[in-house]
């Protein structure tokens, strides 16, 4: 059965952006940077063609965004991850791009149905309210942590209700950037 995977960068306060949506203090050079081909799927496609790193779609066929997520890009970029199916929920939003679906659907309906169709693993992009809303569909956190300090901004999940949901660490690797990035997988 397809996973739902949480793979997201975040700084050592737990945010995944600024107040604003700034996503600049990560940093985007380092040996920690040799670690992006493990999940080539997760990258935008121009970015993974410049680099020239294969997309073969075999770890994420489909990646889901909440709108602010997707809008990041605009108006440059219309379809990041056009070599994925990607979902993007918003009540009020519309966007057409090559493989792009905007959508009003529950996004918890959504991910359960599917999980239940053939493919590769389910990747959500962001951001930290549908990580909420998905928190209890989420069977795999990835987690790339920066050596900085926000103060403030989006945070990896929005707040909510105190239930505490047990993940183990199933592998994690450590860069002499100070970036970490730890897998943990949902205890079952």
């Avoid at 990835?142 to 989006?154: A, D, E, S, W, Y």
């Avoid at 707040?159 to 950037?177: I, K, L, N, Q």
């Amino acid at each position: 059965m397809r996973e739902l995977v949480y793979y997201v960068a975040a700084s050592l306060d737990g945010y995944i952006a600024g107040p604003d949506g700034q996503f600049d203090a990560f940093d985007l050079e380092g040996d920690h940077m040799a670690d992006l081909a493990r999940f080539a799927d997760a990258l935008p496609t121009d970015g993974a063609a410049h680099l020239g790193i294969e997309q073969p779609c075999t770890g994420f066929d489909t990646v889901l965004m909440g709108w602010n997520t997707y809008a990041a890009g605009l108006p440059a970029v219309t379809s990041p991850y056009r070599h994925l199916r990607q979902i993007v929920f918003s009540r009020s939003n519309s966007a057409a791009a090559e493989n792009l679906v905007v959508t009003a659907a529950d996004p918890l309906e959504l991910v359960r149905e599917l999980k239940g169709q053939p493919g590769a693993d389910i990747w959500l992009c962001g951001g930290g309210v549908l990580a909420s809303l998905l928190v209890d569909e989420i069977d795999r956190l990835v987690v790339k942590r920066h050596p900085v300090l926000f103060g403030n901004g989006i945070p990896m999940f929005a707040p909510g209700t105190y239930r505490p949901g047990a993940f183990d660490a199933v592998d994690t690797r450590s860069f002499e950037s100070g970036v970490t990035v730890t897998e943990y997988a949902r205890r079952r």
